[in-house]
């Protein structure tokens, strides 16, 4: 039982960089969304998708791109990284909206 | 989109003792309400979820949550702390019009011997 899988783990970038977060998901879960976590901010939504080829902005997207080919695969593409930007990055998959996400286990990120 | 309030980033309890961990939000029409919780360097679980058949929901570990719309709140107990209750709890919720689900900030929870 894989669930969502999230890779790296940890990386490091330099500012002005550019790196792709992966997000797998084999529950053939409809609904995918990134969220980054900061201290005493909670979860903010980044981007989300409701199906393959279908994407939308959440609440903070500048700085973030997203693609939806398959149905398992919901990748974020940092564009040119910044100190603001440092994070740690959840991926969660759902069925169909607004049932509970199933969470992956998090991308840390560090730009200096 | 919601805004969620969670009032208190930190709560202490002693073993055994009453876990209340308030939370808020701003729709007036009834929304999706969640609570999860993460450990340590993981991803958050889910502990449980409003469906709107009853007001007092029962989730995991013990953990059950009251819906009150008049207070427009979605407040999570426990009669009885354990030590693996120490943990950080989420609350979230997202209205009926879209697909944006908001996160409060959470409450860490500590759990004293």
């Known amino acids: 039982n894989a669930g969502v899988t999230q890779t790296p783990k940890f990386q490091v970038l330099k500012t002005g960089q550019s790196m792709t977060l992966q997000c797998a998901q084999d529950?053939?879960?409809?609904?995918m969304s990134w969220y980054r976590q900061d201290p005493g901010m909670g979860l903010r939504l980044i981007h989300y998708?409701?199906?393959?080829?279908?994407?939308d902005q959440g609440e903070v997207p500048n700085g973030y791109n997203v693609s939806r080919s398959t149905t398992e695969d919901f990748p974020l593409r940092l564009l040119s990284a910044a100190p603001s930007q440092t994070s740690v990055y959840f991926c969660?998959?759902?069925?169909?909206?607004?049932?509970?996400?199933?969470f992956g286990n998090g991308t840390r990120l560090t730009v200096t | 989109a919601q805004s969620v309030t969670q009032l208190g980033s930190h709560v202490s309890v002693s073993e055994g003792a009453l876990v209340l961990l308030r939370c808020n939000y701003s729709?007036?029409?009834?929304?999706?309400l969640f609570w999860y919780v993460q450990y340590p360097n993981q991803g958050l679980q889910l502990l449980l979820k409003?469906?709107?058949?009853?007001?007092l929901v029962k989730g995991i570990n013990g953990f059950e949550a009251e819906f009150k719309k008049s207070e427009t709140s979605f407040h999570l107990t426990k009669p009885s702390a354990h030590m693996s209750d120490a943990a950080e709890y989420f609350c979230?919720?997202?209205?009926?019009?879209?697909?944006?689900?908001?996160f409060g900030a959470g409450t860490t929870v500590t759990v004293r011997a």
């Open positions: 729709s007036s029409v009834p929304p999706y």
């Open positions: 969660a998959s759902s069925p169909r909206i607004n049932s509970p996400l199933h």
């Open positions: 529950m053939n879960h409809e609904y």
């Open positions: 979230a919720v997202s209205d009926r019009a879209d697909y944006k689900l908001s």
């Open positions: 998708s409701v199906g393959a080829g279908i994407t």
């Open positions: 409003y469906t709107s058949a009853a007001t």
